[in-house]
């Protein structure tokens, strides 16, 4: 009995234990330490099967490069084998098709951000060389980029292509720039920006899919989530890091439309649906885990009010079965979509809130996170996604997402803010920290 009690008080101390940067940090080990065993030089980590995953079926360090300056803030002895590794093993003359977003969120802004900590110059050459093999992605008749490029031959494919993935590139190539001294890089990236501004509807709202040859629409779905998110938080950004006052503009223009039609401000909470491009008129009401970086960018737009409720929103969502769904219905409260991907946006949102207004409420939410995430993704090998968090179903994949942002954030939550005074940098939609470099 007496023994009983004992592991009882045990357990429930356990649960109960503040969530401190150290334990954050020993996440972020366990995490790395898995990657090491299982994984080692790959893109990611299958921590089920402990076992690896290439996303083009050879090695382009996507895990090495997004937590490398995750262990640098962290101050963990492990960025230095890291650095080893990235220096020894990548290079981008390879014969493979890559998706131009992906590789420019993680790879190009993993290594710029990477030079502006440690100033090792390789970093510079590979980031430089990374975005040279981008490039022709921007050899349209309209500007806006193609999806996917042949890192080796410049091949580009896919005319189909969505804002976040056309608008998601100035952060890491303007700062390519400003550090070469050669201004193509914010040129082309900026001018997709403008490129896709200027086929905005009438009501100032983007849709999902528009044709990068023609110019022409051809999915008129307009909302704040995958495949747009990061075109707003992009324009926004610009401005913030480079004084660019063209990119305030179409932010003020879309943010304007976003919260006239966007929102929908219900009788106790407020979300951000889905409308038609075109008439602005609702179509559905479906809010998903991507659309939580929202809250950080109104902070950023100084509406810390609508931030604060927005977040308030993604919390109970992130409460409705102990961890958030990917997607719900909020008319009904409802998953449409069930998984969990180790996403990191709401936390994103409650580093964002807390550091504007100090309220120890997003303390509390990020307890809650970091709680959840030990109790149902932990496993011996590592974090793993949720195949379905109504029923706490594991699935085999750990995207380097997980150390570039989902870790980053809450270690950043409960730090002091001289471990990266939060003014001083501006995060990328990957949470890579740029300098600003006017
Ligand atoms: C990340 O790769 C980036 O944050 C991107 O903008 C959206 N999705 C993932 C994380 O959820």
Request: glycine residues 6%; aromatic residues 14%.
């Amino acid at each position: 009995m007496r023994f009983l009690l004992l592991s009882l008080a045990l357990a429930c101390s356990a649960a109960s234990r503040p969530v401190t940067p150290d334990s954050i940090r020993a996440a972020y080990l366990h995490a790395w330490e898995s990657y090491k065993k299982y994984a080692w030089g790959h893109d990611a980590l299958k921590p089920l099967s402990m076992s690896a995953r290439d996303w083009y079926g050879t090695s382009l360090c996507l895990t090495p490069v997004d937590a490398y300056d995750g262990l640098v803030l962290m101050g963990l002895k492990e960025a230095a084998e890291d650095k080893q590794l990235i220096l020894d093993s990548l290079s981008f003359d390879k014969d493979v098709e890559v998706q131009s977003f992906e590789i420019t969120i993680r790879l190009l802004g993993g290594l710029l951000s990477a030079y502006q900590l440690d100033r090792d110059q390789r970093f510079l050459s590979l980031a430089r060389d990374l975005a040279d093999r981008l490039l022709p992605i921007y050899d349209t008749p309209t500007g806006m980029p193609c999806r996917f490029v042949n890192l080796r031959t410049g091949k580009t494919r896919d005319s189909l292509n969505n804002p976040a993935e056309i608008g998601t590139a100035i952060l890491e190539f303007g700062t390519l720039s400003k550090l070469t001294g050669s201004p193509l890089y914010y040129e082309k990236s900026k001018n997709a920006l403008v490129q896709l501004f200027k086929r905005r509807s009438s009501k100032d709202l983007v849709g999902s899919t528009i044709n990068v040859i023609t110019g022409e629409w051809v999915d008129k779905d307009s909302h704040i989530g995958g495949g747009i998110d990061s075109y707003y938080e992009y324009l926004l950004k610009a401005w913030l890091l480079f004084g660019d006052e063209d990119c305030k503009k179409m932010w003020d223009v879309h943010s304007r439309a976003i919260n006239k039609y966007l929102a929908d401000a219900r009788k106790d909470s407020l979300w951000y649906g889905h409308a038609d491009m075109d008439s602005a008129k609702r179509t559905f009401t479906r809010f998903g885990s991507l659309e939580a970086f929202f809250p950080a960018t109104l902070c950023l737009a100084g509406d810390t009010s609508r931030a604060a409720r927005l977040e308030e929103s993604c919390f109970r969502m992130w409460n409705l079965y102990g961890i958030e769904p990917e997607e719900i219905d909020y008319s009904t409260m409802t998953p449409t979509a069930k998984e969990y991907y180790l996403r990191p946006e709401i936390i994103e949102s409650a580093y964002y809130l807390y550091h504007y207004t100090k309220n120890p409420r997003y303390l509390q939410m990020g307890e809650t996170f970091f709680t959840s995430l030990e109790k149902y993704c932990r496993v011996p090998s590592g974090y793993t996604y949720l195949k379905d968090v109504t029923t706490m179903e594991k699935a085999d994949g750990m995207e380097s997402f997980f150390f570039a942002e989902t870790l980053k954030y809450l270690f950043l939550l409960f730090s002091p803010e001289r471990t990266l005074p939060f003014d001083s940098v501006i995060f990328t939609t990957e949470a890579h920290p740029l300098h600003h470099l006017r």
